[in-house]
């Protein structure tokens, strides 16, 4: 199956601080990328869908200036954290896609931890 | 609004076989897939279904029925590696991808 690289695995910083988070499509052009996070024990939860090219559609309720997404190219999106706080920590998951009717191929997440 | 439900919780005995509901409410329909989630990892594809009937692969099977807005998934001759949370998701008709709370399956010796 295709394959979606996650960068990092996992990633602890200060709070106040920034972090990025790759995720890339290494053999297929993702036309639509997600972002999703994962709290423990909680389901995923949608937090942005981008496509190549064009500006990130945020669901309700997560801050745009907050978690930056940029989706520069067809195998390439990162999601930046900015200003960094606690209980921004959390399980961060990429997904990918081809297009409407296939499945999402997953990165292999990014645990994040700010203290 | 959009739902998807399925167990928070299932127990089986290794070499059993177990059935794991998911039933769905939401707008447009365009396909339901079936993930599995270790801790702490990403979830991986196990099956996809947009026709009613089953669909086998090898020990997991997935059944759907878009007029009950119903499916399950059948994992037979359970091994301990399949303790696991199982995830459910329905694209809708936006073809987003709205997924339930997942069903912890716990497997005992």
């Known amino acids: 199956g295709a394959v979606v690289s996650q960068h990092p695995s996992w990633v602890i910083c200060k709070s106040g601080t920034s972090v990025k988070i790759e995720c890339r499509s290494l053999?297929?052009?993702?036309?639509?990328m997600f972002w999703y996070r994962q709290f423990p024990k909680q389901s995923l939860m949608l937090m942005a869908t981008s496509n190549e090219g064009s500006k990130a559609t945020y669901e309700q309720g997560v801050e745009k200036d907050k978690f930056l997404i940029n989706h520069a190219s067809l195998t390439l999106s990162t999601l930046t954290v900015t200003s960094a706080h606690p209980e921004d920590s959390s399980f961060y998951i990429c997904?990918?896609?081809?297009?409407?009717?296939?499945?999402?191929?997953f990165g292999q997440g990014t645990r994040l931890t700010v203290v | 609004g959009q739902n998807i439900d399925q167990p928070t919780e299932m127990t089986a005995t290794e070499g059993a076989i177990v059935q794991i509901n998911c039933t769905y409410q939401?707008?447009?329909?365009?396909?339901l897939f079936w993930y599995q989630q270790h801790a702490g990892e990403a979830p991986t594809f196990l099956s996809y279904n947009v026709l009613d009937g089953l669909e086998e692969k090898g020990r997991f099977s997935s059944f759907l029925s878009r007029s009950k807005g119903y499916s399950y998934l059948l994992l037979k001759e359970l091994q301990m590696k399949d303790s696991a949370s199982y995830l459910c998701?329905?694209?809708?008709?936006?073809?987003?991808?709205?997924w339930g709370a997942g069903t912890k399956l716990i497997i005992k010796p």
């Open positions: 998701a329905v694209k809708d008709s936006n073809y987003q991808l709205i």
């Open positions: 997904s990918a896609t081809t297009g409407a009717n296939t499945e999402a191929f």
């Open positions: 939401t707008s447009g329909f365009n396909g």
């Open positions: 053999d297929f052009q993702a036309t639509t």
